[in-house]
């Protein structure tokens, strides 16, 4: 009987049991409307996680989804949502004749995703080209010194410059 009792509050439980990373989290279709604890979201932090569906894809999403950190871009870089901090400041030096990839994933991307990127480094420090790619326009975004840009992910057109 204590068994029973046991499982039956593990189903109806909102935080599922255990502790998990980004790359274990159980099936989200198998979890609608339950919380995960996850230790490594955006990389670096432990928070929660919560299983949704939209017309009728199931993904995990952020309780909190924005995360700030610094980035140096030292070579070309994929960015992840739930692994990529939403909010990224870089900085780094870019050789005059270099281009420097950041491509947005599709692979966790969530209804609502964001990335903000922001160049901080100033005029001169950056000689070659930072290029965001994966967004729907027919050709890359150039990201300038100084300026920021603003990505959101939608179920049927994906990336999405908004700034």
Do not use: H
Request: no cysteine.
């Amino acid at each position: 009987m204590a068994d029973m009792v046991a499982q039956a509050m593990a189903r109806t439980s909102t935080i599922l049991d255990g502790v998990f990373t980004v790359d274990t989290l159980p099936d989200p279709a198998a979890s609608l409307d339950r919380y995960a604890r996850v230790t490594d979201l955006f990389g670096t932090t432990r928070d929660l996680v919560l299983a949704a569906q939209t017309a009728g894809v199931a993904y995990w999403k952020p309780v909190r989804p924005v995360f700030a950190a610094k980035q140096t871009v030292a070579a070309d870089m994929t960015l992840t949502a739930l692994k990529t901090p939403s909010v990224l400041l870089l900085d780094g030096n870019v050789p005059l004749g270099t281009t420097r990839k950041l491509t947005l994933s599709n692979s966790l991307a969530f209804p609502g995703a964001s990335f903000r990127l922001k160049q901080r480094n100033t005029l001169g420090s950056i000689l070659g080209s930072l290029m965001v790619l994966n967004v729907n326009l027919s050709t890359p975004v150039s990201l300038l010194t100084g300026g920021t840009q603003e990505f959101i992910f939608d179920m049927a057109d994906g990336w999405v410059q908004v700034t």
